[in-house]
């Protein structure tokens, strides 16, 4: 059975970091590609970033770009969002993502609250 945990949300000045994380299993991990997405109250789901398999390749809305840093660590099954520089409107659920066609696959998700 696929699973997808995600943690590390939280309530957050502007300005501020989280890091993000997401445990898999019940697939090989290493060699699927993966993605975060987030969706804010009343709006459709929004990519936020991708990362290859080895993760010689990242990709970025440039909503996040220059602020938020995709990584894994395959030999913890773990996905990780490093958010810095947080603003309002990062404000969601963040929920980590693997499409294994021809499924996709979500977790729970982990609630970002960006307020002062």
């Known amino acids: 059975e696929v699973q997808l945990v995600e943690s590390g949300g939280g309530l957050v000045q502007p300005g501020g970091s989280l890091r993000l994380s997401c445990v898999a299993s019940?697939?090989?991990?290493?060699?699927?590609?993966m993605s975060w997405v987030r969706q804010a109250p009343g709006q459709w789901p929004e990519w936020v970033s991708s990362?290859?398999?080895?993760?010689?390749?990242?990709y970025y809305a440039d909503s996040v770009k220059g602020r938020f840093t995709i990584s894994r660590d395959n030999t913890k099954n773990t996905l990780y969002l490093q958010m810095n520089s947080l603003k309002p409107e990062d404000t969601a659920v963040y929920y980590c993502?693997?499409?294994?066609?021809?499924?996709?696959?979500w977790g729970q998700g982990t609630r970002v609250t960006v307020s002062s």
């Open positions: 990362i290859s398999t080895g993760s010689t390749m990242t």
């Open positions: 019940g697939f090989d991990f290493s060699y699927q590609p």
């Open positions: 993502h693997a499409l294994l066609v021809p499924n996709g696959y």
